[in-house]
């Protein structure tokens, strides 16, 4: 059962437009959510956070939006550019099972192309 | 200053043997955390060590093991493979562990690509 779910495998835009990459969660114990970017025979890279308090997180391009009743986020990049192009995993943050550490779950990414 | 090292990065084995894949951490960061890549399935959390004890664990079989030295560098070991096992293996450090961000932020490595035939 996937807690974090990105539903689209791939997404495709032309330069200088708006990028909309969207995760949904189920899990209502998840406090704390990320956005990461992978370029290929690279690891993951954090690109922005936000906190369950907060609807809205700005850091130059990248904007990310979270809906709590909805149990959904999304990620604007804006403009975008050629080497936005990579794949973008979400990732939401609660308590570990053990109850003693945080531990992060994934989605299981969308490839983004932006087009010159 | 250096970013997470894992070694080795490519390898191919067989069904039944063994591999034991290594980390080591950015300089100064206790928290070491393992996850499997495969297509379609993201990043699959496999465990998070922090001066050497195992706080975290997720749900892999017990043929995936690992461990923490003294240092902070991390190894995992997967026993009996099974070809479901082929995928990438990716390693991230973090100062402590927590909220993942900020200070904090998870750092990974460019990961182990195991093969099994």
């Known amino acids: 059962d996937q807690q974090v779910k990105q539903n689209s495998p791939s997404l495709s835009v032309q330069e200088g437009r708006i990028s909309i990459l969207n995760c949904d969660y189920t899990?209502?114990?998840?406090?704390?959510f990320l956005w990461y970017k992978k370029y290929p025979a690279e690891g993951p890279t954090f690109l922005i956070s936000i906190s369950s308090i907060k609807d809205k997180n700005e850091d130059g391009r990248f904007t990310v939006f979270l809906n709590k009743s909805a149990k959904h986020l999304s990620l604007h990049i804006v403009p975008s550019q050629p080497g936005d192009s990579a794949v973008y995993f979400c990732a939401a943050s609660a308590i570990g099972s053990s109850g003693s550490a945080r531990q992060l779950t994934f989605g299981s990414g969308t490839q983004l192309t932006v087009l010159p | 200053k250096a970013g997470v090292t894992q070694t080795p990065r490519y390898l191919i084995k067989t069904r039944g043997q063994q591999v034991t894949l290594s980390c080591s951490p950015i300089?100064?960061?206790?928290?070491v955390s393992w996850y499997q890549q495969t297509p379609g399935q993201g990043l699959q959390f496999l465990f998070e060590y922090f001066s050497e004890t195992q706080r975290n664990k997720g749900n892999f079989p017990g043929r995936f093991s690992g461990r923490q030295f003294s240092n902070s560098r991390s190894e995992m070991n997967v026993s009996t493979l099974e070809l479901g096992d082929s995928a990438l293996y990716l390693c991230?450090?973090?100062?402590?562990?927590?909220?993942?961000?900020?200070?904090?932020?998870?750092?990974f490595g460019a990961g182990s690509r195991l093969t099994v035939l």
């Open positions: 899990n209502s114990m998840f406090d704390y």
């Open positions: 300089s100064g960061h206790r928290s």
């Open positions: 991230a450090s973090s100062l402590a562990g927590g909220l993942f961000s900020g200070a904090n932020v998870l750092t």
